[in-house]
């Protein structure tokens, strides 16, 4: 079967390179570009995984990340931060959040794809 993996992200360029990466090797994508509909998007379809753009217009993606995680319906799916922010404290921050992984932007493809597969395997 399928994964499905919800994107958030709002930069168009950061949005259109991980869907195409993600499409290419055979998963299914759900977007949301500026996080505000997150957890009405993951009740309803349910995703195998959620790529979180930190930095997000109104709401940072780690606020988004620790309402997932506090629903109990939710917060077994795996959150990937994706974040330009990688300065030492940082994966803390995103832990403690609820993160389960980050990956810093620019990415870098075969790191990226690999973090995906290590939480949908």
């Known amino acids: 079967m399928t994964k499905t993996i ?36 993951a009740k309803n379809q349910m995703p195998d995984l959620i790529i979180m753009d930190i930095q997000l217009p109104g709401r940072s993606g780690l606020e988004i990340t620790k309402d997932l995680k506090a629903d109990k319906a939710l917060k077994q799916i795996p959150v990937i931060a994706a974040t330009a922010f990688a300065m030492k404290g940082d994966e803390s921050k995103i832990r403690e959040a609820g993160c389960d992984d980050y990956i810093s932007k620019p990415i870098l493809i075969p790191a990226f794809l690999e973090t995906v597969a290590k939480h949908l395997s």
């Open 6 to 41: 919800l994107i958030v992200e709002d930069n168009a360029l950061n949005m259109k390179l991980f869907n195409d990466l993600l499409q290419t090797n055979g998963y299914d994508t759900i977007q949301s570009i500026d996080g505000s509909d997150v957890l009405e998007i």
